[in-house]
């Protein structure tokens, strides 16, 4: 086979089956030298002509966008698909805002239509995301973006934008044979509702390979993406449990005459729902094109599978859901502990002082109701903090999640840790929740929603079948009480 396999990523939107990552354009341009955009367009020209076409890139991998810029605008750009990513600090997500951002990625790459634009969120506290992806429906309507894909999301969040009948072509998540996460959960949603996974990290920064095999730990690595993934192997168990799954992609190798990060490519790329890996490259300095296309000649079987299998159960999970490494411990990504960036980002709702009361606070979240009715979305009291039942109502009436109590759970359980950080608290904070249904038969849905935020805080809680709540299609209603330490 001469070229890879290509695959349908979204309705005229086809791709190769290994897209080329540009993510490293910025750790080769950490110095302050940017690359010279049209050597760097005529390395990713290589990649094209060889069936590599398909690119993945972000508004914040230095250059890249322009380097691309200058390949789609020369004659070998024809057939090349172009993916990037809109990273928006959190913030209010008016149409002018969403419209900017997306602009700007289509002046600096130059063109007309965005193939793929893949948005990315830092806090889901905020709910400027779901403001975000409505807007850019709107512009895939319009025809500026061709597809609309999502980075790092997890799969609760995906399940709200689903329910919310927003066109999500393609997540892009951590799939490796050390992050196993996005193949449970988020694998069983995709497959059922048509979503494509686009894996990156499944060379694992290169550690996934013959190289590694047998070495000792390295005292320290010099790129950003070995940092990032190095804390991984620290994550699932260490350097042992790095060499355990190594000699069994080895054996698996030489069986079938490849090369181990074949096989760890190849692993992924038969996960169902999977759509293609994602492959960085260093342009003009290294090229991997000739082994990457042996993906293309070979499949594992059982007994391959069950080889690796016992490799992984050596292994620790790495925990939470995919992208959660970006909004919580452990923090896995290049830079480390994100502690220092998610602590400054500023509360989605201010805190008022509550007139006469020297130790009272109270938090509004925009609510139609809390006005009308008197009422205050959260109070704090010295150490204590009461939320009020909470709907999933985004804005000043939206309903979210439609007819799925789950999803509803999802954004009722984000406005809650809104109200509680703005009060300077946290989930982790919360003694009690009460839950309310207007259906018992979702206490299921419900539950394992309510397990995903609070499985290691472990309230007091008592669910509970009403009558009815107020207001069309609303299933769910959540109050909580915390004590902050």
Excluded at 70 to 77: C, H, I, Q, S
Excluded at 103 to 115: A, F, H, K, Q
Excluded at 224 to 246: C, E, H, N, P, T
Excluded at 324 to 344: M, Q
Aim: glycine share 12%; with cysteine; net charge neutral.
């Amino acid at each position: 086979m001469t070229k890879p396999e290509r695959t349908q990523l979204a309705p005229g939107l086809e791709i190769s089956r290994v897209v080329t990552g540009l993510w490293q354009v910025a750790d080769m341009e950490r110095g302050g030298t940017l690359l010279d955009p049209v050597r760097g367009a005529a390395a990713m020209a290589e990649y094209a002509a060889a069936g590599f076409d398909s690119f993945d890139m972000a508004d914040h991998y230095g250059s890249a966008e322009v380097i691309t810029g200058e390949l789609l605008n020369g004659p070998a750009g024809r057939g090349v698909r172009a993916f990037t990513k809109w990273c928006p600090p959190p913030g209010p997500m008016t149409a002018e805002v969403v419209r900017a951002g997306v602009m700007r990625s289509l002046e600096r790459m130059r063109t007309p239509r965005i193939d793929l634009l893949q948005f990315h969120w830092w806090t889901f506290e905020h709910p400027g995301w779901l403001d975000a992806m409505l807007e850019l429906a709107k512009l895939k309507d319009e025809g500026l973006v061709g597809a609309i894909g999502l980075t790092n999301f997890d799969t609760a969040h995906l399940r709200v934008l689903l329910a919310e009948g927003v066109p999500v072509a393609s997540n892009q998540v951590c799939i490796s044979l050390l992050d196993r996460r996005a193949t449970e959960a988020m694998s069983t949603l995709c497959l059922a509702r048509g979503v494509k996974l686009l894996a990156y990290g499944t060379l694992g920064g290169g550690f996934l390979s013959e190289r590694w095999l047998g070495r000792e730990a390295p005292a320290e690595v010099g790129d950003w993406s070995k940092m990032k993934y190095r804390r991984f192997i620290d994550a699932v168990g260490g350097w042992g449990a790095l060499q355990g799954v190594l000699r069994a992609a080895d054996a698996i190798a030489k069986k079938h005459g490849v090369s181990v990060s074949n096989v760890a490519s190849r692993w992924v790329l038969e996960q169902p729902a999977v759509a293609a890996v994602i492959v960085g490259a260093r342009l003009g300095e290294s090229e991997h094109r000739a082994d990457n296309l042996k993906l293309f000649g070979f499949a594992l079987d059982d007994a391959d599978r069950a080889r690796l299998a016992e490799a992984f159960a050596g292994t620790q999970r790495i925990a939470g859901d995919c992208g959660d490494e970006y909004r919580k411990p452990p923090f896995l990504t290049a830079s480390g502990d994100l502690s220092h960036h998610l602590d400054a980002l500023p509360p989605v709702w201010p805190k008022q002082a509550v007139l006469g009361h020297a130790d009272r606070w109270r938090v509004d979240s925009g609510s139609v109701w809390e006005p009308l009715a008197g009422y205050s979305r959260a109070v704090r009291e010295g150490r204590r903090i009461l939320v009020s039942g909470t709907t999933a109502t985004h804005g000043s009436g939206r309903l979210v999640g439609g007819a799925d109590a789950g999803a509803q759970t999802v954004y009722i359980l984000d406005k809650i840790a809104a109200s509680l950080t703005a009060l300077g608290g946290r989930l982790e904070d919360v003694v009690r929740t009460r839950v309310y249904l207007t259906d018992a038969a979702d206490w299921r849905a419900v539950s394992e929603v309510h397990g995903r935020y609070f499985g290691d805080i472990r309230p007091a809680n008592t669910l509970l079948q009403v009558g009815a709540l107020i207001g069309e299609g609303y299933r769910v209603e959540i109050e909580a009480e915390a004590v902050v330490p």
